[in-house]
């Protein structure tokens, strides 16, 4: 996992993954399956994630990878973690289990409050690793990772491990923060939660309060009903002039006349969908159960 902290360079922010961050929510929605993604209800808790100074290095890291195994429902898996010079955050050695190694930068036998983080991408990947669950490229694959933490529960760490101001500059993972508080938005839709409760880092929040306003446009993109007066007049002209619609636009136009159907993403888990162009109409997700109000 990259480590940003260590060198202190700039954090890039916006939204550069968004596509990959999609593409992975639909993934976890095709492997875990609906009630698969609700079994991850229960998010990793900020007392299990506390690393008092006084305690033993050692016998911490392995209560906090324990109780990240035990949140991330790998209950055979044992991760061993150990601390090395080195200039990635973490790093996990995946094999056949059941024990894992995960060696951890030394900086954290210090900087203990962000160990937890640290973990949470590397037990991901071996959950993830155990799903037989993958992406084309190893880079598309970090992003991955980071999406599973954050929409299975862990991630909020990672994000809250961020902090930046005129002399400091942290961020642990792939994801920008704001593209972190997208996911954790889309999760907090799906299970009526909001875990920017939980974070210590005021950058962090302010990530959060950023990817979810991005999250919300999602539920308001077109042909849904509750999308934008603007974004319904393109639509409108979009279906009129039977043209590919613009950049940017998620919806897509098949056949001609009364055959004419409009695919677009599930805002929930990704799933495309396709329906008859006929004005209002309700649809209901096969992957997701999500049940949308449309206006095709």
């Not at 061993?80 to 973490?90: I, S």
């Not at 990704?270 to 004005?279: A, D, E, F, N, T």
């Amino acid at each position: 996992m990259t480590d940003n902290g260590r060198h202190n360079s700039p954090v890039r922010h916006g939204f550069p993954h968004l596509e990959t961050v999609r593409a992975s929510i639909n993934a976890l929605f095709r492997r875990l399956s609906h009630e698969g993604i609700r079994a991850y209800e229960t998010p990793f808790s900020p007392a299990d994630a506390a690393f008092e100074d006084t305690e033993d290095l050692h016998l911490g890291a392995h209560r906090v990878a324990s109780a990240m195994v035990r949140a991330l429902h790998l209950p055979d898996a044992r991760v061993v973690v150990t601390f090395r010079p080195m200039a990635e955050a973490a790093t996990v050695e995946l094999a056949a289990g059941p024990e894992y190694f995960v060696e951890v930068n030394d900086r954290f036998r210090t900087h203990r409050r962000d160990l937890a983080a640290a973990l949470a991408h590397e037990v991901t990947h071996v959950l993830l690793h155990r799903l037989d669950l993958c992406l084309p490229t190893t880079a598309a694959n970090e992003i991955l990772t980071d999406t599973a933490a954050a929409y299975l529960g862990v991630g909020w760490l990672l994000l809250d491990a961020y902090r930046e101001d005129a002399l400091t500059h942290q961020k642990l993972g792939y994801l920008t923060p704001e593209e972190f508080g997208y996911v954790l938005a889309r999760r907090g839709s799906l299970l009526g939660e909001d875990l920017s409760t939980w974070f210590t880092s005021p950058q962090a929040y302010e990530a959060y309060v950023r990817g979810r306003a991005r999250a919300a446009r999602d539920l308001r993109r077109a042909p849904l009903a509750a999308a934008g007066r603007a974004e319904r007049l393109r639509y409108a002209m979009d279906r009129r002039a039977g043209a590919v619609p613009g950049r940017g636009a998620a919806y897509r136009f098949e056949g001609r006349g009364a055959d004419l159907r409009v695919t677009f993403p599930c805002p929930v888990c990704g799933q495309r969908l396709r329906l008859p162009v006929r004005g209002p109409v309700r649809a209901r997700c096969g992957l997701c159960h999500t049940v949308l109000e449309c206006d095709t």
